[in-house]
């Protein structure tokens, strides 16, 4: 067990206040249990101060009357400049009177548009060349080249092919119009003749 002159020991190590030490000896003469908290004044629990609500502070917008502000913050804070003017785009006054007249006139104010008619396009036609006319021309191109040959000497070298090419053509144009061959013959014919006679000369003279 503890003694008394323990217990006083064990209070002064414990730097206990006089109503503490006071209050534990108490405590062992009743045989009470000891205390968990022993406050140094008082045995009651100190009451601390209850938590007191924030006021509900009513701004301008909840109050009924509505708070005006002075007239100088209304200019400084530019509220009497006006906004200025912005014309808006007009209307076309023609076009307003042709659909007032199509009101009038049909009851309605939607204008019927005109379909555009595209432009058609018109084929080029080629003319076609006739096969008789590409043959006369043949024939002509080889009577040139021959004339070309005997200006050079070399006449007979290429008279045969040429006379071949020529009469195969001819009787291809016979095919297409007879009367216009016959015609285109004779043609041929005289020329080849003074041809040949000239060729003759020329060789005859160069003999002598």
Do not use: W
């Not at 968990?36 to 004044?41: G, K, M, Q, R």
């Amino acid at each position: 067990m503890v003694t008394g002159a323990a217990n006083s020991a064990m209070m002064e190590e414990s730097k206990l206040t006089c109503f503490q030490q006071r209050h534990l000896v108490n405590c062992m003469k009743r045989g009470d249990a000891f205390p968990v908290h022993c406050y140094p004044t008082s045995s009651r629990e100190p009451e601390f101060p209850k938590p007191v609500s924030p006021k509900i502070i009513l701004t301008t917008s909840l109050c009924g009357r509505p708070h005006l502000r002075p007239a100088e913050i209304c200019r400084a804070g530019n509220a009497y400049i006006r906004e200025k003017f912005k014309p808006q785009a007009t209307r076309d006054i023609e076009k307003e009177k042709e659909r007032l007249q199509n009101i009038l006139a049909t009851g309605k104010d939607k204008v019927e548009k005109k379909t555009q008619k595209k432009p058609v396009k018109v084929e080029e036609t080629v003319p076609e060349v006739d096969r008789f006319d590409e043959l006369v021309n043949e024939i002509q191109d080889r009577q040139n080249f021959l004339s070309e040959m005997k200006a050079l000497g070399q006449s007979k070298t290429y008279q045969g092919i040429i006379q071949t090419e020529i009469s195969q053509k001819l009787r291809e144009m016979e095919t297409i119009d007879k009367q216009r061959t016959a015609e285109l013959k004779g043609a041929i014919a005289k020329s080849f003749n003074t041809s040949i006679k000239h060729d003759n000369r020329s060789t005859g003279q160069v003999d002598q």
